[in-house]
């Protein structure tokens, strides 16, 4: 007969090799998925941001699996179409816009960038090399533009298996949704009180993040965007949805195009357009950023702004532009961790302290 001692012992290897076993099961997953991480993240991050609409549709037709399919098709009418459209038309002008850029043209931008130069080479700066550096600044941006579109049409099967991907499992979140995320607080062994905690903040973060994001994007690139129809300058909707993007990123945003958009007209002699831009860029656009963000960002996930902002550039950096989602994310993640380990390890640390 075995004594306790040996019993024990023989536990701790059964548990050390199951466990073994279990994070070499894991791992070798991660790693067989590993291409089809991005669609399974949107999925879970669009069930999250939109399943009320799952639960309007399943008061409506009583079905869940009915419910999630016009789930998916209101996602498809009221996201991916409109998307699609705006990008279509964004392309277009982008390369309409190049070609003005690069080959050159008698008006327009390639104008004011000319007078705009011609009024500061009285200060010591040289025509050619002012018109030069305004001119690779827009050429650069267009590029980009330009470059994501041939990335994506070179890699459009590979986008489209993705895209149909995410749709597949955005099926199932929707429809199992409660269902998946108590089966994993079951199967986590961090305690039901941690494992709720942490599933609300992740969900909270993530509605915060997406929802004020996407709305501040929208919003400040359609007033640059009208602001520069109505200054007459070219590509406004372009330029619209160059902000909408930079507005990602807090405290800078569109600031570094509606400003220097302004002081080139108002080097060009446009002081009326430049009016428009800066005015309204100073008031309207940066109104939103200062008022909104705070609202529907900073207050629901609790994170400081600098955090935010860390964040989202770390984010970015790493994953693209995925990461202005899981850079918050796991800021908030971060922040969760260390506020239950100090909830739960106050009393002990104060008293071995």
Do not use: C
């Amino acid at each position: 007969m075995k004594t306790l001692d040996e019993l024990l012992k023989f536990g701790v290897i059964q548990n050390t090799l199951f466990f073994g076993l279990l994070i070499l099961a894991t791992v070798g997953f991660v790693w067989l998925i590993q291409d089809f991480i991005a669609p399974i993240f949107w999925a879970v991050v669009l069930t999250i941001v939109f399943y009320p609409i799952q639960k309007m549709w399943v008061s409506v037709v009583k079905q869940k699996s009915v419910a999630a399919l016009l789930s998916i098709l209101t996602l498809l009418v009221i996201v991916v179409v409109p998307l699609y459209v705006t990008g279509t038309l964004v392309v277009e002008e982008s390369f309409r816009f190049y070609e003005r850029v690069a080959f050159g043209d008698n008006g327009g931008f390639m104008e004011e960038v000319s007078n705009a130069a011609r009024f500061l080479e009285p200060l010591g700066f040289e025509d050619e090399v002012v018109k030069e550096k305004l001119t690779s600044v827009a050429t650069f941006v267009i590029n980009w533009l330009s470059e994501q579109a041939v990335a994506i049409s070179q890699s459009t099967f590979g986008f489209i298996v993705k895209l149909l991907l995410m749709f597949y499992i955005l099926f199932f979140t929707f429809r199992d949704g409660p269902k998946i995320a108590n089966k994993l607080m079951e199967v986590l062994p961090l305690g039901d009180r941690r494992e709720k905690k942490i599933y609300e903040r992740f969900s909270s973060v993530t509605r915060a993040i997406f929802k004020g994001t996407l709305v501040i994007a929208i919003i400040q690139g359609a007033i640059g965007g009208i602001l520069f129809f109505i200054a007459g300058i070219e590509g406004a909707l372009l330029w619209a949805v160059v902000m909408a993007i930079l507005s990602i990123i807090p405290a800078i945003g569109p600031t570094v195009i509606w400003l220097p958009a302004g002081a080139i007209l108002i080097l060009s002699g446009d002081y009326t357009g430049a009016a428009v831009i800066l005015a309204g860029g100073a008031v309207f656009i940066s109104l939103v950023d200062n008022v909104l963000r705070p609202v529907l960002v900073g207050r629901d996930t609790a994170m400081p702004d600098a955090i935010i902002l860390l964040s989202t550039l770390g984010g970015l950096s790493l994953f693209g532009i995925t990461g202005f989602i899981v850079g918050p994310i796991i800021a908030g993640f971060f922040l969760s961790m260390w506020t239950m380990f100090s909830e739960d390890y106050k009393g002990e640390l104060e008293r071995h302290g």
